[in-house]
């Protein structure tokens, strides 16, 4: 699964154990998210004010047995969307700031895991409409991330 909601990863069979013992930072400088407009959808890039930025992640481990390794996987927390976002999409990945990091990880004693789990603050956000050339796999040059000419 590639998300995983904050209103019940503490408590879903799917990911407790993993927000109890096996989280992570996922780096990322933005990312995308599609609006409906009209009939089609319009996609959006959307990043911070100043990226590289994180998101609140989950590992997991399991045994492939087919091929009989070792699988490492990751998910993505989501959650309410902030107001510059909603704009876009009712959700969002939960991205944490930098005084979270050591907390989520783990290495403070204490730390608030589900406080953590909050929208990115909207007046640090930015947004721009871009080509629908992101919506394809086989497309993937940094000027998908310029913004789209009107």
């Known amino acids: 699964m590639i998300n995983a909601r904050c209103e019940t990863v503490a408590t879903s069979a799917a990911f407790r154990s993993a927000f109890q013992k096996r989280r992570c930072l996922i780096p990322a400088d933005g990312f995308y998210e599609w609006k409906k407009v009209g009939g089609a959808k319009q996609p959006y890039a959307i990043t911070t004010d100043a990226p590289p930025f994180v998101f609140a992640g989950l590992w997991e481990g399991w045994k492939d047995p087919a091929a009989e390794q070792w699988v490492h996987t990751y998910t993505i927390i989501t959650g309410p969307a902030n107001a510059a976002t909603a704009e876009v999409h009712d959700r969002m990945p ?17 730390a608030d895991l589900q406080a953590m789990l909050q929208p990115y603050p909207a007046e640090h956000t930015r947004l721009w409409t871009v080509s629908k050339a992101v919506g394809n796999v086989k497309n993937d040059t940094p000027d998908l991330f310029v913004p789209n000419p009107a």
């Not at 939960?94 to 204490?110: C, K, N, Y």
């Open 94 to 110: 939960v991205i944490l700031p930098e005084e979270h990091w050591a907390g989520w990880l783990g290495e403070t004693d204490g």
